[in-house]
């Protein structure tokens, strides 16, 4: 079957760096997504990765392992306001989105 | 104002009444999609059409139908709502269907169901 596994809950420090991880199992792969999802609000875009490798945006950056089916999201230097969900979806052989429950992550100051 | 609009904001619905949730984007993306998001699960693929006259089937269709007579509405509809339908509803729009291009989806502000 297709899974993506994230971790459900994470928590860090204002100015600090976290990284989240999320592994995949899909039938065929087309793209790796991260999104960002504040409280009560919409899924919002945050990177794409298809190939091996770091892809790096602003204090954002995600990673991505073909052979492993491992990706990681990197936030650097973090805010209050990057307090929210982040929702890591596979795009299988049919270019439908897989999706992952989502990592809340909690800033604290 | 270009984007992705969703209506109603909320809902309350009587077990067994028919609800049409309504999506309009005018962006003049090919593909759109009905999602639906539940506590500690992913978003969950309802129904999706590729382009205008054509509709698919996703991971949920059950209890719930498509149309998509034009680019800008996909309307999801609920025939005869259950307790289980209960959930936050998105709609999303990418330009293209085949998003092996990274082609982002971008979500509307989402439907809130509550079916007694």
């Known amino acids: 079957g297709q899974n993506i596994d994230q971790p459900t809950e994470m928590t860090a420090t204002e100015g600090a760096i976290v990284q989240i991880n999320c592994t995949y199992q899909t039938s065929g792969f087309n793209g790796l997504f991260w999104y960002q999802q504040h409280a009560g609000e919409a899924p919002t875009f945050l990177s794409y990765n298809v190939l091996d490798g770091l892809e790096e945006k602003g204090r954002f950056s995600s990673f991505l392992s073909r052979s492993k089916g491992y990706s990681y999201l990197l936030l650097k230097e973090l805010q209050m306001k990057d307090s929210a969900s982040y929702l890591c979806?596979?795009?299988?052989?049919?270019?439908?989105?897989?999706w992952g429950a989502g990592t809340k992550l909690i800033i604290k100051p | 104002i270009a984007g992705i609009t969703q209506a109603p904001t909320s809902q309350i619905l009587a077990a067994g009444r028919r609800m049409t949730l309504r999506c309009t984007q005018d962006?003049?993306?090919?593909?759109m999609y009905w999602y639906r998001q539940d506590l500690g699960l992913g978003l969950r693929l309802i129904h999706y059409s590729n382009t205008a006259g054509t509709t698919g089937k996703g991971e949920v269709p059950d209890g719930y139908s498509v149309s998509r007579a034009n680019t800008d509405d996909f309307p999801l509809t609920l025939a005869s709502a259950v307790p289980s339908q209960t959930s936050v509803y998105f709609c999303?729009?990418?330009?293209?269907?085949?998003?092996?291009?990274?082609?982002?989806?971008?979500f509307g502000p989402g439907t809130r169901l509550t079916v007694l």
């Open positions: 999303a729009s990418s330009s293209d269907a085949a998003g092996g291009h990274g082609d982002e989806q971008f």
């Open positions: 962006m003049r993306h090919n593909a």
């Open positions: 979806a596979a795009m299988d052989s049919n270019y439908q989105l897989i």
